[in-house]
């Protein structure tokens, strides 16, 4: 299957859909910058290189992650941190591109959060069969700021559970250029993307990008 550049609906205003009490959904919201953000991630990862962390118990993700930003979120048999430096290149991440935290702020602020000012982008790479189990983010000291998603390339099924693993877990499809809020009673929910399905995305090919911008907030000196 193919993915088109353009959606069925084709609006210049994206429809915003709530999808749990705190989490809200832009449908293409992104689209109008995909070409800056696809060249600010392509630089992004010239310079912090993608690759499969590993877990603390031993395990090699299937997603490839790296970040931009002051912070990035690093898994290995430590376990799970956010980190000022690269382990891998010994060197700070790249700055977080201005394209990227112009679009965070302003996602953020169409949900009813209003100056949000990420510190940390994680990238996460999917390949067809790559998948995310299911999980909370809480590395994060400032659990009152939000997270915002996007979802550039070929189309996922992300899960989202309530506050117990076990909580039944709805789903939704995300596709290239939405962008999802999560804050609130939202921000500590259980949440994972199935196995990604095979396909030709147009802009991006066989693959899913999705950048979760986060306030980790290590330590806030004035
Ligand atoms: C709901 N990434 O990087 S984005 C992650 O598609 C992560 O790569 C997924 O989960 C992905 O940690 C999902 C949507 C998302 C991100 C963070 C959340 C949903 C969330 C945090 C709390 C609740
Ligand atoms: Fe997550």
């Not at 909580?167 to 809020?181: I, P, S």
Request: glycine share 10%.
């Amino acid at each position: 299957m193919t993915f088109d550049l353009f959606d069925a609906r084709g609006d210049a205003e994206p429809a915003a859909e709530p999808l749990a009490d705190g989490a809200m959904v832009l449908r293409g919201f992104a689209r109008p910058m995909q070409e800056e953000l696809l060249a600010d991630v392509r630089a992004v990862i010239a310079a912090a290189p993608l690759r499969h962390l590993i877990t603390p118990g031993g395990l090699r993700m299937s997603v490839a992650m790296t970040n931009c930003g002051a912070l990035g979120w690093v898994s290995d048999r430590r376990g799970y941190r956010y980190d000022r430096v690269d382990p891998e290149r010994g060197a700070p991440w790249p700055a977080m591109p201005a394209s990227f935290t112009r679009l965070a702020a302003q996602a953020a602020s169409r949900a009813g959060f209003e100056g949000f000012v990420p510190d940390a982008c994680l990238i996460n790479r999917y390949e067809p069969g790559a998948k995310l189990s299911l999980h909370q983010d809480r590395d994060e000291h400032d659990h009152g700021a939000p997270i915002v998603s996007v979802s550039l390339g070929l189309p996922a099924v992300f899960l989202f559970g309530g506050l117990n693993r076990a909580d039944k877990a709805m789903r939704t499809q995300l596709r290239h250029g939405d962008v999802v809020v999560w804050g609130g009673p939202s921000r500590l929910r259980f949440h994972g993307v199935l196995p990604l399905a095979e396909g030709e995305h147009a802009l991006l090919g066989k693959q899913r990008i999705n950048l979760t911008f986060r306030r980790a907030g290590l330590i806030h000196t004035p």
